[in-house]
Nanobody, 119 residues
Framework: QVQLVESGGGLVQPGGSLRLSCAAS????????MGWYRQAPGKQRELVASITRGVGVDYSDSVRDRFTIFRDNATNTLYLQMNSLKPEDTAVYYCGAHYTEAHGGRGYWGQGTQVTVSS
């Protein structure tokens, strides 16, 4: 069965950096799309960054120019490099992945990793 496991979260001071990783297992087929989402207390889960086969990458306006999403297709691992972190970036960060209908049409979530930006 497909599993996504995030790592790399933690406590960082404003202006600092973190790199999140999302390791996929249980599949040998590269996902058609992968993304990072976050959910702050009392707020809805929102898309932070995505990378989609045939489309490219996209970022929410709040993280553009600070965060970079990239993936290693050989290991089916997704990364999120977060620089110039702000207190408002504090949230649980989730990795999501999906296949298009042509490849089964299923989606998957990781368990989340906490990122706290505070002095």
């Amino acid at each position: 069965q497909v599993q996504l496991v995030e790592s790399g979260g933690g406590l960082v001071q404003p202006g600092g950096s973190l790199r999140l990783s999302c390791a996929a297992s249980g599949t040998t087929v590269s996902f058609d799309g992968m993304g990072w989402y976050r959910q702050a207390p009392g707020k809805q889960r929102e898309l932070v960054a995505s990378i989609t086969r045939g489309v490219g990458v996209d970022y929410s306006d709040s993280v553009r120019d600070r965060f970079t999403i990239f993936r290693d297709n050989a290991t089916n691992t997704l990364y999120l490099q977060m620089n110039s972190l702000k207190p408002e970036d504090t949230a649980v960060y989730y990795c999501g992945a999906h296949y298009t209908e042509a490849h089964g049409g299923r989606g998957y979530w990781g368990q989340g990793t906490q990122v706290t930006v505070s002095s």
